[in-house]
Every structure is written in structure tokens, then in C-alpha cells.
């Protein structure tokens, strides 16, 4: 039978969307009879079309100079911490140009995931790409941590990479690992000095010896709703419950970007959107097209800091059936983040996780629905060090057991 509907996935590299492409964007799936989008983990956008209007989306995509992929993500979106920058954080020479520089070098569509992160900040996931780019203290130089494919395997680049020789050195690792993936590939004994010598035996790079071994900040998430001032401006966060963001709401939202010469707006891992640099005086406006589509900006903070998989409603509603409950039970969740896996190999990151398994068959020949509950083994979402807290966990006490560790 044929699908009845299609996934649209297209990317938006950094995390980062001029106002002017989503708006296009947004006429063209209006036109299609869109009425929700929502964006992924790794800052990208997706909606659903019917079958019988797909086509004629991707063609008004294309003629707008605007790639997307049909019920496939073969190319991953460009995952970074721009939107941190003069919100939640400053580095001393990390500067939103720099992303943009390092971003616009990319002339090719890379097929694996590639994080560009701000070591000092907390907001936006380290190690969830396969090349992650981590800034360092000397200015434009960036830690390298690969991460094999479909592995929790970690590699550190013996040395630095200026900022400038990021896309270069990516595509060569990507070429790399693609033409040995019997080595790098799903491999949790991949070599990381062997896939160092492949790579730099085909060409040079701009380097800097590695002298101090990266540290990273104790992790805390930042509260990311609500107008919040910063130096003369403001910056607006938008989180959605159910992920789901309506046409009509983002068309408004872009018309007044447009409006008040704001050309960007910037989306982040936690499926949410900031807009940056609202000035005071324009603040009623927003607060128009927020009643206007009842928008609520202030959600408890034991709500904000959960990862669930892209466009996956088992795992979103597991998530507000166990957020009622720390609701209820006035759970503090500080400097905690929780990740839902219902599938593997999803790259989501946490501090505590609850992965979906299956036990053997009930006497009414049906799965039994059971969760097992691991935690980093000191809180830190960004480690892939895991410790079991408890297995085959029903449904109904998951959240009992998930407090505890709270």
C-alpha cells in the first residue's frame, strides 16, 4: 500500500534560517495544505504532506533553491551552538561570523553528522554528531572528536583544526570511513590512529599541536522561554509541548522579523525557537502574534529538559505522561536531563535515559512493554559512560523510579 502521507526534512545548517527562506518555505507548505511543522534534535525542520500534494511541494522547493529529502535524513543537518552566542554565553573569539564563515565553506552535503560547539556552554549536546567540533582556547582552533558511525566510540584528532580547514578536514574523514566501512562502520573496535594516518595521507591540513587535554563545564540547562533581556535586546524562546509549531503561527512570526529587520531566527536541539535581538520597543508586537495564537512562554523547568526521538509520538507521549508526574509530585530536576529511546542508535543525549525494550511474550501472546532506566555514571549528559539503574520497568512505575534518581 502506498504511504499516505510523506516526512519533508530540510535542513538548516547551524541551526540558523534566514526569516525570508522560511517564509518561503512556510507559502510553499501552506500551498501543499500544511498546517504543523516542528523541528528536530538536530536544529532541522520537518513536516508531514499528503501523498497527493508532494510532488508539487518539492517542485515549489526546488524552484526556490531549497533542498529537502523525502521520508529520509541520508544527509544530516549541521548541528551548532550559534544560538547560544551573547545569549547564554560569550567566548572570548567565537563570534556568530565565525560559525557562518566555517558554515559557508561547506560545498558539499555531508553524510555525516557534524557538530560545530562552544566548549564553555551547556545548552546545545557535545558528542551526539559523528565529527564534533569543539572550540578550544587558542583562537580559531577546534578539538576534533570523532565518533564511528552507529558507535559510542570516541577518537580525539591529535591536534587542533583551525576553523577554516573544518569542511575540508570533514569531507576527508567522511571519504574516509565510507570507503573502509568494514573498519570504521558500526565497528566498536574502530581504529581511530589508523583512520588519523588514512585521512592525513591524502592531503594537509592547518594544525596546532594538542597541548591541554579538552574540560568541559558542569552541566546546567539554561531556562530557554520567555523574552529575556540581554544588553539593549531581547531575545524570545518558544517551546511547544506537543513539538508542533503551526504554519500560520511561523508565518507571523517571519512577517515580523521582516517587519522589524531581524533577518534570522535560530532553532536549537531542544526543539524550540529563539529569536535574537528584538529591540525593547518592538517587544508589544511579539506579544501580539503570541496572543494572537495563544502561545504560551512559560512552561515548568522540569518540562524543558527532555530529548525525544524526531517525529516520534510513542516517545512524546511517554514524555508528558511522566512530566505530569514530576508535575504532581513537584520533582526538582537540576542540572538533569532525560533522553526517551525507542529505537536504537538514535543519538540522543542525557543524563538519565529510558530505553524501550521488549520482554518475551505475555500469556495474552502480546509484548510486554518494559522500559530499562541507565544514567551516565555522574550525571553528565554528554558522557557515554552508562550504569543500568533498573531493567524491565513497567510502564506504570517508571515514573516512581525515574524520582528517585531525581
Known amino acids: 500500500?502506498?504511504?499516505?502521507?510523506?516526512?519533508?526534512?530540510i535542513n538548516l545548517p547551524g541551526g540558523i534560517v534566514p526569516a525570508g527562506d522560511l517564509l518561503t518555505i512556510l507559502e510553499a507548505a501552506e500551498a501543499a495544505e500544511v498546517e504543523h511543522m516542528q523541528f528536530g534534535n538536530r536544529q532541522q525542520l520537518l513536516f508531514t504532506v499528503a501523498a497527493g500534494q508532494r510532488r508539487g511541494l518539492v517542485q515549489a522547493l526546488a524552484q526556490a533553491n531549497i533542498l529537502c529529502e523525502v521520508d529520509a535524513d541520508l544527509h544530516p543537518n549541521i548541528s551548532s551552538s550559534y544560538v547560544v552566542e551573547d545569549v547564554f554565553h560569550n567566548t572570548a573569539w567565537?563570534?556568530?561570523?565565525?560559525?557562518?564563515?566555517?558554515?559557508?565553506?561547506?560545498?558539499?552535503?555531508?553524510?555525516?553528522?557534524?557538530?560545530?560547539?562552544?566548549?564553555?556552554?551547556?545548552?546545545?549536546?557535545?558528542?551526539?554528531?559523528?565529527?564534533?567540533?569543539?572550540t578550544s582556547d587558542t583562537s580559531n582552533y577546534w578539538y576534533?572528536?570523532?565518533?564511528?558511525?552507529?558507535?559510542?566510540?570516541?577518537?580525539?584528532?591529535?591536534?587542533?583544526?583551525?576553523?577554516?580547514?573544518?569542511?575540508?578536514?570533514?569531507?576527508?574523514?567522511?571519504?574516509?570511513?565510507?570507503?573502509?566501512?568494514?573498519?570504521?562502520?558500526?565497528?566498536?573496535?574502530?581504529?581511530?590512529?589508523?583512520?588519523?594516518?588514512?585521512?592525513s595521507a591524502s592531503q594537509t591540513f592547518v594544525l596546532q599541536p594538542l597541548i591541554a587535554?579538552?574540560?568541559?563545564?558542569?552541566?546546567?540547562?539554561?531556562?530557554?522561554?520567555?523574552?529575556?533581556?540581554?544588553?539593549?535586546?531581547?531575545?524570545?524562546?518558544?517551546?511547544?509541548?506537543?513539538?508542533?509549531?503551526?504554519?500560520?503561527?511561523?508565518?507571523?512570526?517571519?512577517?515580523?522579523c521582516l517587519q522589524?529587520?531581524?533577518?534570522?531566527?535560530?532553532?536549537?536541539?531542544?526543539?524550540?525557537?529563539?529569536?535574537?535581538?528584538?529591540?525593547?520597543?518592538?517587544?508589544?508586537?511579539?506579544?501580539?502574534?503570541?496572543?494572537?495564537?495563544?502561545?504560551?512562554?512559560?512552561?515548568?523547568?522540569?518540562?524543558?529538559?527532555?530529548?525525544?526521538?524526531?517525529?516520534?509520538a510513542a516517545g512524546l507521549a511517554l514524555k508528558?505522561?511522566?512530566?505530569?508526574?514530576?508535575?504532581?509530585?513537584?520533582?526538582?530536576?537540576?542540572?538533569?536531563?532525560?533522553?526517551?529511546?525507542t529505537q536504537p542508535q538514535t543519538g540522543l543525549f542525557g543524563s538519565i535515559v529510558v530505553r524501550r525494550h521488549f520482554d518475551n511474550l505475555t500469556q495474552t501472546g502480546l509484548?510486554?512493554?518494559?522500559?530499562?532506566?541507565?544514567?551516565?555514571?555522574?550525571f553528565n549528559p554528554n558522557s557515554k559512560d552508562f550504569i543500568s539503574f533498573r531493567k524491565k520497568v513497567s510502564r506504570d512505575n517508571l515514573a516512581w523510579y525515574l524520582a528517585q534518581l531525581c
Open 1 to 9: 500500500m502506498l504511504p499516505q502521507t510523506h516526512t519533508i526534512k
Open 94 to 134: 567565537l563570534r556568530e561570523g565565525v560559525y557562518k564563515d566555517i558554515l559557508d565553506l561547506f560545498d558539499f552535503h555531508p553524510r555525516l553528522r557534524i557538530n560545530l560547539i562552544d566548549r564553555n556552554q551547556t545548552f546545545v549536546p557535545f558528542f551526539t554528531g559523528n565529527l564534533n567540533f569543539i
Open 144 to 199: 576534533c572528536y570523532v565518533r564511528f558511525p552507529r558507535t559510542n566510540v570516541l577518537y580525539c584528532w591529535p591536534a587542533l583544526v583551525y576553523s577554516e580547514d573544518i569542511p575540508v578536514l570533514s569531507s576527508a574523514i567522511e571519504r574516509v570511513i565510507y570507503a573502509n566501512k568494514d573498519q570504521f562502520f558500526d565497528q566498536p573496535a574502530a581504529n581511530g590512529p589508523l583512520l588519523h594516518s588514512l585521512v
Open 213 to 256: 587535554p579538552l574540560t568541559l563545564p558542569t552541566f546546567t540547562l539554561p531556562y530557554y522561554e520567555g523574552f529575556n533581556r540581554y544588553g539593549s535586546k531581547l531575545w524570545l524562546g518558544i517551546y511547544r509541548r506537543d513539538e508542533q509549531f503551526s504554519v500560520a503561527f511561523l508565518k507571523d512570526v517571519c512577517l515580523l
Open 260 to 312: 522589524t529587520r531581524l533577518g534570522q531566527l535560530c532553532t536549537t536541539p531542544w526543539k524550540s525557537l529563539i529569536i535574537k535581538a528584538i529591540d525593547l520597543t518592538d517587544r508589544p508586537l511579539w506579544d501580539v502574534v503570541l496572543r494572537k495564537h495563544r502561545i504560551n512562554v512559560r512552561h515548568a523547568a522540569n518540562e524543558l529538559n527532555w530529548q525525544v526521538e524526531d517525529h516520534c
Open 320 to 341: 508528558n505522561e511522566l512530566v505530569r508526574y514530576f508535575h504532581e509530585e513537584d520533582i526538582r530536576t537540576y542540572q538533569l536531563c532525560f533522553a526517551i529511546k
Open 367 to 378: 509484548h510486554a512493554e518494559q522500559y530499562e532506566i541507565l544514567h551516565t555514571r555522574d
